[in-house]
């Protein structure tokens, strides 16, 4: 009996990742019954969460933390940029820790914000969303196309804005093949730094003028946010090149410089945090997103990682809880941990097939491993 989400290259392997009990020995009525019963119970048990504790879903103290420490670290370290004489070595410290910020304010804030999950009012999250704008990148282009072209079809190749490389990367079986996907698990770790700088420069730009996407293609974009899209990008690089140079005295090749190094670094942090919950070589690469329903389809493609480690819950901003992110993508990422427990129980207890790297590492491991299947197709 194949199990209901196996196909593709979702084929089960001994690796560092634990899943609980499958149910591969069940009959198709039972597997049926007990998928649609274990949807309910798992509803069911999550909504009680927040119903019995008097929570709300949207930011607790945590959250309410994380959105101030996040605003002070990036604001803070560029004030200091100015405050502080610095030399060249100093400013460039300085202005890699002020890029984490804005990586972690990307991971932690507009995320969240973007999904509408930081408040019930709307105005919070829509002045939150623009922290991603401030750093360089569209929050308008970013709902249309995570909102809408990711979280309705992960891993579907021709729909998932995810697993769009340009052709440098082979992230689906159903993408074609190139003699350079055979080194994608090599150059993987010098290309992904260059993910951030796609944002800024290329993605947003493409999908605004060319509209070359089916998700944004028959959208009507506002005047108004070609204006901002536009004016964003162009005020990013005034503070982030122009007024350095100008104002700190250090030739523009150096700034150029610490602009590049630093956007390598959060390309890499972003891109290894993002990527290692679906692309993965024990998800599944469904071809259209109707072969599951939704909650299925989400089971099928996602992998958690780390979700016990206090760390990965600070920095990552819940994408390690990935699979409760997908079911609640409208509630703030600091209940994830707990929610997640509820998912994995439930599972267990009905015999779900929930899939989780222990560690970063291990969620890495299996990421390269598809990269590597991929780049040399049978
Ligand atoms: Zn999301």
């Known amino acids: 009996m194949r199990n209901i989400w196996q196909n593709g290259l979702g084929v089960f392997q001994s690796g560092p990742y634990i899943c609980c009990k499958t149910i591969r020995e069940m009959d198709t009525a039972s597997i049926t019954k007990n998928n649609a019963e274990f949807k309910e119970v798992l509803f069911e048990r999550l909504n009680n969460f927040f119903k019995e504790s008097g929570r709300s879903k949207k930011a607790n103290w945590e959250m309410t933390l994380k959105v101030t420490l996040a605003l002070v670290w990036w604001i803070g370290s560029l004030a200091l940029l100015y405050i502080l004489k610095l030399n060249y070595w100093q400013f460039l410290l300085l202005y890699i820790f002020q890029g984490l910020g804005q990586i972690f304010m990307f991971l932690n804030i507009a995320h969240d914000a973007n999904h509408s999950s930081i408040s019930k009012k709307r105005l919070v999250n829509k002045s939150l969303s623009y922290v991603l704008d401030a750093c360089g990148i569209s929050s308008y282009m970013w709902r249309v196309m995570h909102n809408q072209g990711h979280h309705s079809v992960m891993n579907v190749y021709g729909e998932d804005e995810g697993i769009i490389a340009h052709g440098i990367f082979r992230f689906s079986p159903h993408a074609p093949w190139k003699k350079m996907h055979r080194f994608q698990h090599i150059y993987v770790f010098f290309l992904y730094g ?80 993002i990527q290692t919950a679906h692309l993965l ?98």
């Open 194 to 273: 260059i993910a951030s700088l796609d944002f800024v420069f290329v993605k947003d730009l493409e999908y605004l003028l060319l509209k070359n996407n089916k998700h944004v293609h028959d959208v009507k974009i506002p005047l108004s946010e070609y204006i901002t899209i536009i004016g964003s990008k162009i005020l990013y690089l005034f503070y982030m090149i122009v007024l350095p140079t100008v104002l700190l005295g250090f030739p523009l090749w150096k700034v150029i410089l610490a602009f590049l190094v630093t956007h390598f670094i959060m390309g890499l942090a972003a891109s290894w945090i």
């Open 281 to 378: 070589e024990i998800n599944q690469f469904p071809k259209t997103k109707d072969e599951h329903d939704f909650i299925d389809h989400i089971f099928a493609t996602t992998t958690d990682y780390s979700t016990r480690s206090r760390i990965a819950n600070v920095i990552c901003g819940g994408l390690n809880h990935h699979v409760i992110h997908h079911i609640y993508p409208h509630v703030a990422h600091t209940h994830y941990p707990k929610l997640t427990k509820i998912v994995k129980e439930t599972a267990k207890e009905f015999g779900i097939e929930y899939r989780e790297n222990r560690t970063m590492y291990g969620a890495m491991v299996h990421h390269l491993r598809l990269l590597k299947q991929l780049g040399n197709p049978a």
